[in-house]
T-cell receptor, first 115, second 112 residues
Framework: NAGVTQTPKFRILKIGQSMTLQCAQD?????MYWYRQDPGMGLKLIYY???????DKGEVPNGYNVSRSTTEDFPLRLELAAPSQTSVYFC??????????????FGPGTRLTVT | GDSVTQMEGPVTLSEEAFLTINCTYT??????LFWYVQYPGEGLQLLLK?????DKGSNKGFEATYRKETTSFHLEKGSVQVSDSAVYFC???????????FGKGTKLTVNP
């Protein structure tokens, strides 16, 4: 199993450009997430989805958009890149079951620099 | 809202030393607690978890006990190895939500 895959691994954008970060999972998980990781700041939730066709904002959604047309894919769109969006982006997925929360599986990350 | 506070890093230890990374939390109800590890250049992976008070999570020689009375979930290992060098994140999920709230992470470096 590939688990959670992300592309690209690295990207440099100019201010104002747009791009889509791709995320796919092959575990048939209903829940998917996008996080950004800034140095010394832990991970902040950008958007999440509880199933195909359903998305919701996390803690830091401004400047981003998502869609979830299939269970497998959860792309993150940056419309007008700004230097403040320089970060490492992680996609994750999970499958809730019963009362106990289950682990999230993370992709390897995309390192984005906006200059 | 829910929050996680973990000890500031970085932490530098010699091989075979004892490790403690402190983690305390604020949450309503009874959250599940997690430790995730991030090795250099990789994504996060679950190290261990505990879902109710007094549960002890353990994996790869690491362990942590869910202490409701002190709202803590400290990570310990009796003898660290160079290969344990990584960033460790404490996290919680609560209120029936699958969303995770992370601490800021603690970077551990183990020298031979």
């Amino acid at each position: 199993n590939a688990g959670v895959t992300q592309t690209p691994k690295f990207r440099i954008l100019k201010i104002g450009q747009s791009m889509t970060l791709q995320c796919a999972q092959d575990m048939n998980h209903n829940y998917m997430y996008w996080y950004r990781q800034d140095p010394g700041m832990g991970l902040k939730l950008i958007y999440y989805s509880v199933g195909a066709g359903i998305t919701d904002k996390g803690e830091v959604p401004n400047g981003y958009n998502v869609s979830r047309s299939t269970t497998e894919d959860f792309p993150l769109r940056l419309e007008l890149a700004a230097p403040s969006q320089t970060s490492v982006y992680f996609c994750a997925s999970s499958q809730p079951s019963g009362l106990a929360s289950h682990e999230q599986y993370f992709g390897p990350g995309t390192r984005l620099t906006v200059t | 809202g829910d929050s996680v506070t973990q000890m500031e890093g970085p932490v530098t230890l010699s091989e075979e030393a004892f490790l403690t990374i402190n983690c305390t939390y604020t949450a309503t109800g009874y959250p599940s607690l997690f430790w995730y590890v991030q090795y250099p250049g990789e994504g996060l992976q679950l190290l261990l978890k505990a879902t109710k008070a007094d549960d002890k999570g353990s994996n790869k020689g690491f362990e942590a006990t869910y202490r409701k009375e002190t709202t803590s979930f400290h990570l310990e290992k009796g003898s660290v190895q160079v290969s344990d060098s990584a960033v460790y994140f404490c996290a919680l999920s609560g209120g029936g939500s699958e969303k995770l709230v992370f601490g800021k992470g603690t970077k551990l470096t183990v020298n031979p």
